[in-house]
């Protein structure tokens, strides 16, 4: 399955099997030299375990295995993927930080929700933004998380943790733009595409906003000198909001596919970029509702 996305994506197994392990050792070394490295490290190690949590998944694996089994099976998946971010840890003589990974490790992978419980987790987004709300759903366990690292920020006076959990949460929202709906739920809109376009992008800012606005308001109070540069990057998070609304129905009916990644990574490390990838996303993203929606 790992291999036919990567082939999907465009990318060749040989290309994805050579960068994958070295960008994930620059990208770790990189960020375990900063002072709250730890933290965000185990962050976006749990954030890799989220997907293996998958209800529908999980279902599936109960209805093969026994409960004991399948409890086993879950903690060997579980600690499987934490191994590379456990290993560079331990590594790193970051042995408290590993063994923290590992007990969070296996206590999500005891977790799971039960289809059978008539329960239905709380959003604060409405029901027609249905990428927040099925994202936020599959994630949540991830925004205590953001939250923790801004509560960190302030008790350690460190404005970058702060800023680092602002960007978590607007990387957590990016990934609920990741795959397509179905054409009728674009054609439902009954808009032209400049305006689906507006209200997607509007309804995406908003949510997020929703989510982020409670980080941004904590760092201004503990940070007054530094309103501007919050301000400035509460902006810079909403422009890629937009772009990854665009992004998606660029590609629409299929998913984002491995230039328009390139492009927006690439977007990341040389912002100004955007002035150009913007526009270019949007006369994309035009030219392929116009197939489902009428002008």
């Known amino acids: ?10 990318v ?8 994958i392990p070295l960008v994930f050792i620059l990208f770790s070394d990189f ?31 109960k209805s ?5 089994n399948y409890r086993l099976l879950r903690v060997i998946e579980n600690l499987l993927g934490s191994l590379p971010f456990v290993g560079f840890l331990i590594y790193k003589h970051q042995h408290l930080n590993a063994l923290g990974l590992v007990l969070l490790a296996i206590f999500m992978a005891l977790f799971s929700f039960n289809s059978n419980v008539n329960f239905t987790t709380p959003t604060p987004f409405g029901k027609r933004p249905f990428e927040f709300t099925v994202g936020f759903r599959k994630t949540f366990l ?35 733009y990741s795959k397509p709906e179905k054409t009728y739920f674009v054609w439902n809109f009954s808009l032209s595409p400049k305006n689906f376009l507006f209200e997607k992008i509007k309804t995406c800012c908003v949510n997020f906003s929703l989510l982020s606005v409670p980080i941004a308001i904590g760092l201004s109070i503990f940070f007054p000198k530094e309103v501007l540069s919050i301000a400035v990057l509460f902006l810079f998070c909403n422009v890629y909001m937009a772009i990854i609304v665009l992004a998606k129905y660029a590609a629409y009916p299929n998913e984002i596919n491995f230039p328009q990644f390139i492009w927006i990574l690439f977007s990341f490390l040389f912002p100004p970029i955007v002035i150009g990838l913007i526009p270019f996303f949007y006369s994309q993203s035009i030219k392929k509702t116009n197939l489902f929606l009428d002008d």
């Open 1 to 10: 399955m790992f291999n036919r996305k990567w082939i999907d994506f465009g």
């Open 12 to 19: 060749p197994l040989l290309l994805a099997y050579s960068v």
């Open 31 to 61: 960020l375990l030299k900063a002072s709250f490295g730890g933290y965000v490290y185990i962050f976006i190690a749990l954030g890799f375990l989220s997907k293996l949590s998958d209800p529908k998944k999980n279902e599936f694996l």
């Open 64 to 68: 093969l295995f026994t409960p004991p």
């Open 142 to 176: 991830l925004f205590p998380i953001t939250y923790f690292l801004t509560y960190k920020s302030i008790s350690v006076n460190n404005l970058n943790l702060g800023f680092f959990s602002m960007v978590g949460i607007a990387l957590i929202c990016l990934f609920y």
